[in-house]
């Protein structure tokens, strides 16, 4: 489900749709009008969408449909589906607050999530989005148009708070549930105080005249040179095929400010002296592992470290900044007077260094895919940690790839939440994170004729880790098996030391390549199974399976003249490029580290070619190893630096 980027996460409310009233500019009943996109009637198109999302556990209050005593005679409604007669006599002729009202009574202790029939641009994620907004704490939450500011109270959320004060309004002969909104609130919605910013105007977009839904129609109509259908599908069937609509994040990422690094947190102003000469030695206060909740701190102010494992949760605000565990000094047991073990740290530190603050790559809301763009398996990974676990998609002609091989995935860490158990409804805590490497996996691997087959997550158990790597590996029945996380220095990194046990033969661990540097690669002597296993951090994993994957599978070289791979000419701009062109190529170049291969995701130009406009200036988000850098991406580079003054750099690249 769906969480908030600053409250607890929402437990869905009830979901009621208003028929409206008699639509007499119309000509005929606004639920009735056909849907441009499906040709169903409004309430039925709407009635679908609002099922989708009560079958990930959305609505655990139901669905509802509220309207008159004849428009009900009209309806077909699906199993799931309640009715709400809407009885002019109960609450007079008050427009959309009489359904309201009347929902509230049937059910007086829910919330409600309430929707207008004639806002035809509804979806799923348009819902989802309004849902994650929603404070616990707000007693209504409304979007706010984006023209005016003034709030829709048609697309809006419904505490019995407020719709006690819509009750009194209308006993008082005020009924428009606008200005209830408004009054519950002191008078004035905006952002913070029950207003939402609504990412896409058209979501609260409706069509009250026949120009209106002229325009709407307009809009909605597939061309007619499209011969591919649309449909609802999952994220994973969504491949190769061409998003009808704008995807939006659903959730922040990171979720939380947390470390990038195995290490220890620290406060950067403790370390502004440190040498190798004059180490500065710091007590460690505890043990943070990813998916826990860091333990009460105490005084924000004390002085001490956090040793801290990749996607760990920073204990408080006093500490800013991540050191590398390889980079501190080993412990030899020395402790403070209190009893607590130093640790020695022999350099100064920035302020944010290996620190990942919560939204950074994106905020809930924000535009991940245009309408128009095929979905690749990169697009995968984006939107599945950003909480979309299903698009809407033109079917593709073209076919799947036959099934030749068969690849095992395990993945490790407790903190990581199966993302098939997300998309049906499992909440994520405070520490947790969706797995968006698996759909990532199945999706590149059936792109190449792979039957992906997922082993039961590890979680941080060494044991459960062996039994399922032995059980793997004795069946002989897999032509490769890949192991996600736990390859690196933590505590909790088990992988290496458990491939060990099992007589495996160490390929190679670790590779001059970022990200993805920890990858390793071994081999089963009795089986001559290959065990790929892969950084847990996303972009990392994802680098690692293109090139070291796809070397396995198809016996190709991860370096240049691999399938797929490109030299890249940096020639080939048109003259009024050329100069910024190469300019932007050779200060990009320059800020990487030599002797390395660096992977970066890249836009794609016009003219089909990757393309630095606007990279070198974004910050975060276009870092090698930055999930954001997917938004409008569409390759893969790879650049080699050459290792000493001299040698000549190459840049090779790959389309999605």
């Known amino acids: 489900m769906a969480t908030s980027a600053s409250a607890a996460p929402v437990l869905g409310p009830a979901v009621l749709l208003l028929l409206g009233g008699r639509s007499t500019r119309m000509g005929q009943p606004k639920h009735l009008l056909p849907h441009p996109r499906s040709g169903k009637p409004l309430y039925q198109h709407h009635i679908e969408t609002l099922l989708e999302v009560a ?19 009209d309806l077909f409604l ?14 007079g002729e008050i427009g959309p607050a009489a359904g309201i009202l009347q929902a509230a009574a049937a059910k007086p202790d829910t919330t409600w999530l309430i929707l207008a029939v004639d806002l035809p641009f509804i979806t799923r994620g348009s819902i989802l989005h309004l849902l994650s907004a929603h404070s616990t704490e707000s007693p209504v939450s409304l979007y706010l148009h984006s023209n005016d500011g003034n ?43 029950g207003g939402v910013e609504v990412p896409s105007e058209e979501w609260i977009t409706d069509a009250d005249t026949p120009d209106e839904w002229r325009a709407v129609q307009r809009r909605l109509t597939p061309s007619e040179s499209q011969p591919e259908e ?48 004059s180490p500065v030695f710091l007590p460690i206060l505890g043990r943070i592992l990813a998916g826990e909740l860091p333990p009460p701190t105490g005084s924000p102010t004390q002085d001490g470290c956090w040793e801290v494992m990749t996607g760990g949760i920073i204990p408080s605000e006093a500490f800013d900044a991540v050191i590398k565990v390889e980079d501190v000094l080993p412990s030899d047991s020395t402790s403070d007077s209190l009893g607590r073990l130093l640790v020695g740290f022999t350099t100064p530190v920035k302020s944010g260094q290996h620190f990942r603050r919560q939204g950074e790559q994106f905020h809930a809301g924000d535009l991940l895919l245009r ?12 939107l599945a940690a950003a909480g979309i676990t299903s698009v809407q998609a033109r079917t593709s002609a073209r076919p799947r790839r036959e099934i030749e091989r068969r690849v095992a995935i395990l993945t490790t860490g407790k903190e990581v939440v199966p993302f098939n158990d997300f998309a049906r409804g499992a909440r994520i805590e405070t520490g947790q994170v969706i797995d968006c490497i698996t759909p990532f996996l199945q999706a590149t691997l059936l792109s ?37 996380a736990g390859v690196s220095l933590g505590s909790a ?36 199974t290959p065990v790929l296993s892969l950084p847990g951090n996303p972009m990392a994993s994802a680098v690692c399976l293109q090139s070291f994957g796809a070397a396995i599978l198809d016996g190709s070289s991860p370096y240049a003249g691999g399938e797929g791979w490109s030299e890249l000419d940096l020639g080939h701009f048109s003259e009024e490029e050329e100069e910024e062109q190469n300019a932007s190529w050779q200060d990009w170049l320059e800020r990487l580290k030599p002797g390395m291969s660096t992977f970066a995701a890249l836009p794609v130009s016009d003219q089909g070619m990757p393309t630095l406009r606007g990279v070198l200036s974004a910050g975060r988000r276009t870092g090698p190893c930055a999930l954001g850098s997917l938004i409008g991406a569409g390759a893969w580079v790879r650049a080699d630096r050459a290792a000493s003054r001299g040698g000549k750099d190459k840049v090779f690249w790959r389309p999605f």
């Open 55 to 73: 079958a990930d556990g959305i609505f655990p209050g139901g669905v509802f449909v509220s309207g008159r005593r004849e428009q009900m005679t």
């Open 78 to 91: 699906p199993e799931g589906v309640q009715a709400i007669l809407d009885d002019p006599e109960t609450n």
């Open 151 to 193: 709030p829709e109270p048609l697309f809006s959320i419904w505490t019995p708070t407020a719709l006690a004060q819509l009750r009194s309004n209308c006993r008082a002969g005020k009924s428009g549930p606008c200005r209830a909104a408004k009054d519950v609130w002191g008078g004035k919605i905006g952002p913070g105080k």
């Open 230 to 277: 649309d449909g609802t599908s999952s994220l994973l069937a969504g491949v190769g095929r061409a998003t009808e609509q704008d995807l939006y994040a659903v959730l922040p990422h990171p979720l939380a400010d947390n470390s990038a690094m195995d290490g220890f947190a620290v406060n950067a102003r403790l370390l502004v002296g440190a040498s190798r000469d």
């Open 371 to 382: 309408a128009g763009e095929v979905i690749a398996p990169e697009h995968v990974m984006l």
């Open 448 to 484: 190449r004729g792979c039957e992906p087959v997922l082993l039961a997550s590890a979680g941080d158990s060494a044991t459960a880790l062996r039994a399922s790597l032995d059980a793997a590996l004795e069946s002989g029945s897999f032509d490769l098996i890949i192991t996600v």
């Open 493 to 528: 990194d088990h992988t290496p030391a458990v491939l060990a046990s099992l007589g495996l033969e160490e390929i190679f661990h670790g590779v001059a390549i970022r990200p993805g540097g920890p990858v390793m690669l071994s081999r089963h002597r009795a089986s001559d």
